[in-house]
RNA sequence: GGUCCUGUGGCCGAGUGGCUAGGCAGAGCUCUGCAAAAGCUCGUACAGCGGUUCGAAUCCGCUCGGGACCUCCA
């Protein structure tokens, strides 16, 4: 098997060779929602993007460990330093406990990401579950010298941190600029600079998540979760972490030198980004109010919406673009998506009913077994080019073509051979429902297909065509369907 | 304003120096009771201008569009 998988590094900028850590095992870190709210289909794109690379490389015979928070503290809502706790604020309008907003937007996420049938994480480790592990981070942060309480609160130093590192290195951004850029003065600012980023907040009387720590009771700063878990989960030095673009900076840039502080080494070899996905060339987000529901999508219940798209041809339409090009959402696009994810599941069912047993020999079209071995070798290719799963679909589209021509006999399994024949057959099943991890989705209604025999049964009944009439009771019956001929008509159970 | 990304045929979307991307839509052919599916063939796309090169969608420069981040955000 191909396994020169490269991968671009958002921390050079480069398309790297992925060499692991500690070969077999990977370590993964994918940033995960903040559960307040349900999750939009933009969110859901960076999730399907990973769960495409945690299912490549363990197909790839690595043995992964993929964690992915759930951020249930900790986010406010305002920027800055004042504003409230986002899942607190929710509590509060909706008058439930935090932990119910929590649970509820937890099992949404769940469910959602299981109709997009991804697979789930190892490891999704909660913020609120790792306070001790952030308050143990803070303190050690703070005996550095990279860290200062005021009033109750604890911020990160970033100019004792520069002294020695480099802020920004990930985000491409100079520290001068991040200074000269800062706008606004927000009142009484505490901090010493405003770069610096809190590690530890103290709580007003009102706020109501909140824990006691060494500087009074409080809540943790919105980077240290993933920096406390990463670690914990995965090591001080792991593989991979990812997330959307727009974690990039802050997010992403703060809890590197939170890793880098505390431990004095990079955490993360290889940082993975999504691109957005956008609705008319903007970036979909709760804020600008252009994001659709994964229901309002399953549903068609949306003004932007000409119709309802299921989950499959929505996730197909996503793979059909790379993880790091944005993506623009529209009727016409998946449209052609959900025709083309049917045409792709047409060809597995093709496939299911195709056997290389028993075929007679033929003479080898060696052009053919060429064309297909290179189309399965070119699935890798695509794959290990930074997961570029646009290309691995034209790959697959392609096979098709070969799986069809065998289907309508303008090709036979015997000139390909059976070698050929079964390599093709693995590669078109595994890429589509391992790797990219498509499944099909029947839209087949089973009442309307009884209803339909249903019919036939009543006309052979009318024409005394007992035979077929016993023919079509026999073979529902077999099925575990039993015919009830009623006064009022034709109907069915199931069997008792 | 700063930093960065991007502009591909009717639509979506890969591709980063020479080799068929692919899907959807469209045209023709084959197959066909009807219909569908499928197979084959076709359209000579790379924002504009200039440059580098034997050769550029791909590299460089300029111009014009679009976007992201700089603030919570996948």
Known sequence: MLKDLRINNSLTGKKELFEPIHTPHVGMY?????????????????????????????????????????TDVGHLVNDGDEGEDKIGKKAKLENLEPMEVVQRYTQDFHQVMAMFNTLPPSIEPSATGHILEQIEMIELLIDKGLAYEVGGSVYFDVNAYQKDHNYGKLSGRKIEELLSNTRDLDGQDEKRNPVDFALWKNASPEHIMRWNSPWGAGF?????ECTVMGKKYLGQTFDIHGGGMDLKFPHHECELAQSVGAHGTDPVKYWIHTNMLTVNGQKMSKSLGNSFLPRELFTGDHPLLDKAYSPMTTKFFMLQSHYASTLDFSNEALGAAQKGYRKLMNGLKTLRGMSADGVSEAELNEKAIQQINSLCDNCYRAMNDDFNTALTIGHLFNLLKKINSIHTGVLSIGEIGTETFDRMKLTFETFVLNVLGLKEESNVDFDGLISVLLNVYKEAKEAKDYDKVDEIRNGLKAQGVVLKDMKTGIDWAYEE
Do not use: A, E, Q
């Not at 960076?46 to 992915?68: A, E, N, P, Q």
């Not at 943790?220 to 240290?224: N, Q, S």
């Open 30 to 70: 994918v940033c995960g929602p903040t559960v307040y709210s349900d999750v939009h289909l933009g969110n859901v794109r960076t999730f399907l993007s990973f769960d495409v690379i945690f299912r490549y490389l363990m197909h790839l015979g690595y043995k992964v460990r993929y964690v992915r928070n759930i």
């Open 220 to 224: 943790p700063g919105w980077h240290l």
